[in-house]
């Protein structure tokens, strides 16, 4: 009997095939949430907006119009159209200003995320795989993290590093790190007496191999969940970092630096301190409803059969 032909391309074929497949029963599961999808277009829409903000904004941002003070959003008496959401108590664009600020906060989330997702998947695997003292000298670490209010810690070590913005994504990687190890340990021990696990140990595979190419995409999952929510977490942490003068200093753009300019004009000029409050709320909600959708796709437990 003849053996039938290894055909290269077939197998290529195939996998495509079953990525695809996979993507359709993603969305699937992810559009079912109405709110995800009205979160996903919103994000997206954010940073299509921070990307092309150059273009986009109709003024320089740190740029000062003498004769236009705390002037109001158009549609107001004394508003413009050249300043369609006001000026600022320096007499600034806001509507010009909240959009280079969006490109400030996704920033933020995106090296806040990937420096804490990184550290803390590396961290979670060696607690996980290796157990033992390496496992109790890890998680008693991040027990002492989590002891701290975050918010509370990010100010302890911001005002140890010196006020700045770098220092700040730092201060929240460092805080937000023990969720991923934690997530990431439990997975790992999870998977760890699993049969593709032990045949993989027979064949002899190494612990490096086995830990990140073995293992860790199986407990991926809930880590992207759990970006996803820590993305919110790290805008609203710069926020607040920000408004209180321990993040990105004036004149920067970033929504909570505007916040803390802003809080004595507050009863005279509600736009200044209400429409960069607005843009956090809204990217924050979307970016939540956004890991709620991703939950429901991705956690099995949710699928129906």
Known sequence: MSEAAYDPELEIDTRQTG????????????????????????FVTIIIIAVFADFIAPHLPNQQYR?????????????????????????????????HGARFSLFIGCIVVSGALIVGVILGLAAGFFRGRVDTIIMRLMDIILSFPSLLLALVLVAILGPSL???????????QPHYVRLTRAAVM??????????ARVI??????????????????????????????????????????????PPTPE????LAEAREFILRAWWVVTLPGLAILLTVLAINLMGDGLRDALDPKLKRS
């Open 255 to 258: 929504w909570g630096t505007m």
């Open 67 to 99: 004769d236009a003070f705390l002037q109001p959003p158009f549609w107001q008496e004394g508003g413009s159209l050249t300043f369609p959401l006001g000026t600022d108590a320096v007499g600034r664009d806001i509507l010009s200003r909240l959009i």
């Open 204 to 249: 002899g595979v190494r612990r490096l191999r086995l830990m990140f190419v073995t293992i860790l995409p199986n407990c991926m999952a809930p880590l992207i969940v759990q970006a996803a929510l820590s993305f919110s977490t790290a805008i609203l942490d710069a926020a607040a970092l920000g408004f209180l003068g321990m993040g990105a200093q």
């Open 166 to 176: 770098t220092n700040a994504m730092i201060a929240i990687a460092i805080v937000q």
């Open 19 to 42: 990525r695809i497949a996979l993507l359709k029963e993603f969305w699937a599961y992810f559009s079912e949430n109405r709110g995800a999808v009205i979160g996903l277009v919103f």
């Open 190 to 199: 999870g998977e760890m007496n699993k049969d593709y696990v032990t045949a």
